[in-house]
């Protein structure tokens, strides 16, 4: 029996003291979670302190900018930290995704590699919008995650309902003073030192017709040092200022809109006016078409798109269209009235499409060549040489029954090439 204690004294001995490791761990292990659990907290409470205050930074920058009035209790922010790593995560995503959807590499995913590239800082993003019958008015603010230096600044307040109409938006030239103007009254930049270099069309009004242009994003740099940029988007309904980019944000965005940017000595280049470019409109669809249309609705919607170098109206729900060069010359004229069908041949189709080149004086029987037809009516033509640089021309005719009730004559110059 006392054999038997000792074996079970050894026993109890050794589970007590496996136990007592066992409760020392546990012990170790405890401490350092809840040292972790701590350390989550207090970071946690850290990031919640620096987001409020980042919140009152940017309700102040909005204020102040913008000259308005911010109710905290309306406006709720979003806030999104964007870091460098999440910003390469996503568009590796979608990399993967394009990838695995179409089985090759393609140019949107160039341009995702390309877009990595220019990654270069990350950012705490604050935005939100405020809705108020038929107004919505959008904010939003972007702080460098590092350094907490404002980047930007938007300040929209639109008419979702509003009817836009291009007749009634400012211009280049106004758009372009009260930019300037803007940079000063914020000393964003000394104005002396600065060079406007290029604007892009852009949208405010989302909800209108995807062709409206109702936004300029002129870009500016430090005339000593290419390196500082600005960037000013105007609101060219209301003739506002509704957003600024400065610092790492406006270089990058110039670099990455560096491709659509038209250059200021293009965007500043002379063309025809508005009212010019109306008069030049009317009676062109009767004498194309034999249609009379109300130039008034030609003289609303007509607008400049810089990206073209073209004048350009589509109104009616796009029944109508027209297309003019900077200079005045007419490029191109359609209207959409309900298709009929037509038992025309191919040849019966071209021979309609040609008399009408013919008719117009648009080129000679001799230069005129059908290079291109489809079912739906559409006939191209090679109407002659382009004398800068000595290939093609071509010309598109649309059919609709057996009359002519569209053409287009700003298809690029092609090298000949038979049907």
Same mark, same amino acid.
């Not at 987001?51 to 009035?69: D, F, G």
């Not at 038209?262 to 009676?283: D, Q």
């Not at 959409?336 to 309609?352: D, F, V, Y």
């Given at each position: ?264 000595? *293009? ?5 025809? +006016?508005? $009212? /010019?470019?109306? @008069? &030049? ?5 009767? %004498? ?49 009235? *309900? ?5 025309? +041949?191919? $040849? /019966?189709?071209? @021979? &309609? ?5 013919? %008719? ?56 000949? +090439?038979? $049907?």
């Amino acid at each position: 029996m006392k054999g038997e204690k000792i074996i079970v004294g050894i026993l109890v001995a050794g589970v007590l003291l496996v136990a007592g490791y066992n409760i020392y761990n546990l012990v170790e292990n405890n401490t350092a979670s809840n040292k972790i659990k701590q350390k989550v907290v207090h970071e946690e409470k850290r990031e919640e302190a620096e987001n409020e205050y980042l919140k009152i930074k940017a309700i102040e920058a909005i204020e102040k900018h913008y000259k308005v009035k911010i109710d905290g209790d309306k406006l709720e922010f979003n806030i999104e930290h964007n870091t460098v790593e999440k910003q390469l995560e996503r568009i590796e995503s979608m990399i993967v995704e394009l990838s695995t959807r179409t089985g090759e590499r393609g140019a949107t995913i160039d341009y995702l590699e390309e877009e990595k590239k220019r990654i270069k800082f990350g950012t705490i993003d604050f935005f939100g919008d405020v809705y108020g019958g038929k107004k919505l008015e959008t904010y939003a603010v972007s702080f460098d995650d590092e350094t907490k230096e404002i980047l930007q600044v938007t300040c929209i307040k639109r008419d979702v309902l509003k009817k836009l109409k291009p007749i009634d938006f400012i211009s280049f030239e106004q758009s372009k003073k009260i930019a300037e103007a803007f940079i000063a009254r914020n000393n964003l930049e000394d104005v002396e030192q600065l060079k406007f270099i290029g604007l892009i069309e852009d949208v405010t009004y989302f909800e209108q017709d995807e062709h409206i242009f109702d936004t300029f994003m002129l870009f500016y740099e430090n005339m000593n040092d290419v390196s500082k940029k600005i960037n000013i988007k105007i609101d060219r309904v209301s003739g506002k200022v509704n957003y600024f980019s400065v610092g790492k944000k406006a270089v990058s965005e110039y670099e990455k809109n560096a491709y659509h940017i038209v250059e200021a000595k *293009e965007v500043e280049s002379k063309k025809i +006016t508005r $009212e /010019e470019a109306v @008069k &030049i409109t009317e009676n062109v669809f009767e %004498k194309y078409f034999n249609v009379k249309v109300d130039t008034k609705d030609v003289a609303e919607d007509l607008q400049y798109n810089y990206s073209f170098a073209i004048w350009f109206a589509r109104w009616d729900g796009e029944k109508y269209s027209i297309v003019l060069t900077k200079e005045g010359k007419i490029e191109g004229v359609g209207y959409g009235e *309900e298709i009929k069908q037509a038992s025309l +041949t191919k $040849e /019966e189709g071209k @021979k &309609i499409a040609a008399v009408f080149i013919k %008719k117009h004086k648009f080129a000679d029987e001799e230069d005129i060549k059908c290079i291109e037809s489809n079912s739906l009516g559409e006939y191209k033509f090679i109407y002659g040489k382009d004398e800068k640089t000595g290939r093609n021309k071509i010309i598109a005719i649309s059919l609709n029954g057996n009359h002519v009730n569209g053409f287009d004559m700003k298809l690029k110059s092609v090298k000949e +090439t038979e $049907e």
